[in-house]
């Protein structure tokens, strides 16, 4: 599945963002020994090592590490890439290099502190998400994806029934 960019296409460093994403470990390996920065971020401030750590890429971790990544790198909303993982190899080996599990953040969770308030929280988070789903996707695909689905709920449904819509002489069903 490809990743779209948004506003990133003055950027002269997304082919590593991409294959960081992808999990194209030679690729990343090549543009890392041609020069490419490890340490470039993507239009949310989220560097390569973020975007692995997201998708379990613990090698492309790896590999970034070993050509300078900073693992203290935050995004715009001051996540590490230990925030954004959720492999058990990646925490390891991110936890391992020095990294420490933030207890301030796992106290804020609203699923770990239910004294939060409405709209803060799960909410709030799926919110976000889905904001930045939007925004990565483009609103007409999202929108498109959606009717997409719509019209295939019905045709399931229509199907499963056994009545077709539009279509005369249709046999009674039997109970």
Not at 25 to 36: H, I, P
Not at 63 to 83: R, S
Request: hydrophobic letters at 40%; aromatic letters at 10%; proline letters at 3%.
């Amino acid at each position: 599945m490809s990743y779209v960019f948004v506003n990133d296409s003055s950027q002269t460093n997304v082919p590593l963002l991409q294959a960081c994403i992808d999990g194209d470990f030679n690729y990343s390996k090549r543009l890392l020994e041609s020069g490419f920065d490890p340490n470039i971020r993507d239009s949310r401030g989220r560097t390569g090592l973020h975007l692995a750590a997201a998708r379990g890429n613990v090698d492309i971790c790896q590999l970034l590490h070993k050509f300078g990544a900073d693992l203290l790198a935050t995004d715009y909303q001051g996540n590490t890439a230990l925030h954004l993982c959720g492999h058990v190899d990646t925490i390891q080996f991110l936890v391992s290099n020095g990294l420490k599990i933030d207890i301030c953040a796992m106290e804020s969770h609203s699923l770990l502190n239910p004294n939060l308030q409405q709209g803060e929280g799960v909410l709030s988070s799926f919110r976000t998400t889905w904001q930045e789903f939007v925004e990565d996707l483009g609103f007409w695909r999202v929108l498109l994806l959606i009717f997409v689905i719509a019209l295939l709920s019905l045709g399931i449904a229509y199907y499963v029934s056994g009545v077709l819509p539009f279509v005369e002489n249709q046999p009674e069903l039997v109970h």
